[in-house]
Nanobody
Framework: QVQLVQSGGGWVQPGGSLRLSCAASGSISSFEVMEWWRQYPGKQRESVAFMASPTNIVYPDSVKGRFTVSKDAFKNTLYLQMNNLKTEDTAVYYC?????????WGQGTQVTVSS
């Protein structure tokens, strides 16, 4: 089974930018859908980016225009570029790959936005 390993994240001031990476141990193309989710303490995870193809991408209103998901098939890596970050973006972020063989989560990475 293809594993997903995340990197990036950390602390940034409001208005700043961060990029998260999610590297697959095998072919990232084995996943039909790739997503980024986030989770606040004590809350359920919520989707922040859904990608079924380069032309089929969905963002919730809360991040639309600020977050951009992309995939590099040669590097087998999914990215989440986060710009103009707000304090309410503080959460643990997870990548998810889903396909006919099931789904796989990354290990999660903390993003903290504060002054």
């Amino acid at each position: 089974q293809v594993q997903l390993v995340q990197s990036g994240g950390g602390w940034v001031q409001p208005g700043g930018s961060l990029r998260l990476s999610c590297a697959a141990s095998g072919s990232i193309s084995s996943f039909e859908v790739m997503e980024w989710w986030r989770q606040y303490p004590g809350k359920q995870r919520e989707s922040v980016a859904f990608m079924a193809s380069p032309t089929n991408i969905v963002y919730p209103d809360s991040v639309k225009g600020r977050f951009t998901v992309s995939k590099d098939a040669f590097k087998n890596t999914l990215y989440l570029q986060m710009n103009n970050l707000k304090t309410e973006d503080t959460a643990v972020y997870y990548c998810l790959g889903a396909g006919i063989k099931g789904s796989t989560w990354g290990q999660g990475t903390q993003v903290t936005v504060s002054s």
